[in-house]
């Protein structure tokens, strides 16, 4: 495996755990799983955010650098997937906290944050709303139900932001629109042979579905 740690990522519903699940199966990697379904503040949230909003990126702050501080982790012995980027948090924060929330916020992340394990690989998974929409709803999470379009619309909005300016590590950004990740072995091994031809930089990988979705 020539990246030794690879992270994905994309807005809610575009598919980072199913794939996380599928590369570190290929690659013999241990998976790092994100903390979302530990979060107790995130029904609440995504019924009225405003109240839980600092809550519970603090939370997701917390666990998540608890996970990347492991010693499996932190010292790894063999290749590791992970189903997230730390980088999100703040992403998401920035959409949610009020300015005083977001001032301490911010300074809390950048002194917890500066000896955190990063990644030699990020794969960034793209697509649009109405296709996230579908996939929320298929995989029926009763709290997923109840995101706003227009904050997932804002979401996306950010991601493209944020990976626009991405130089931290090499980087391949992937039209998830109409490929299959979950069960395709096509999609998949195309996938997984570019992965394996990577080397530093950004890259594109928009293939044509095999598979619809």
């Avoid at 740690?5 to 570190?24: D, H, N, Q, R, Y």
């Avoid at 995130?42 to 519970?56: E, G, I, N, R, S």
């Avoid at 996970?67 to 730390?86: C, E, I, N, Q, Y």
Wanted: hydrophobic share 40%; aromatic share 10%; net charge negative.
């Amino acid at each position: 495996m020539k990246h030794q740690f690879i992270a994905i990522e994309g807005p809610i519903g575009v598919g980072k755990s199913t794939l996380a699940g599928t590369l570190a199966e290929h690659f013999s990697a241990s998976l790092i799983r994100d903390t979302e379904t530990a979060n107790p503040y995130l029904k609440q949230f995504y019924k009225d955010p405003q109240p839980v909003a600092l809550h519970t990126q603090l939370h997701f702050l917390l666990t998540r650098l608890e996970v990347l501080s492991a010693p499996s982790v932190a010292r790894p012995t063999g290749p590791m997937v992970s189903d997230f980027l730390l980088d999100k948090d703040k992403l998401f924060a920035e959409l949610t906290l009020s300015e005083d929330e977001w001032w301490m916020y911010t300074r809390l992340y950048e002194r917890m944050t500066q000896n955190c394990v990063r990644p030699d690989l990020v794969i960034y998974l793209q697509a649009p709303l109405e296709k996230l929409i579908q996939r929320i709803e298929r995989r029926g999470l009763r709290h997923e139900q109840r995101i706003d379009s227009h904050y997932l619309q804002q979401l996306i909005s950010s991601y493209e932001r944020y990976f626009h300016e991405y130089a931290e590590s090499a980087l391949l950004i992937v039209n998830a629109s109409e490929i299959n990740l979950a069960d395709n072995e096509q999609d998949i091994s195309t996938l997984v042979e570019r992965i394996e031809n990577l080397d530093g930089g950004r890259h594109y990988f928009n293939p044509v579905a095999s598979n619809r979705l």
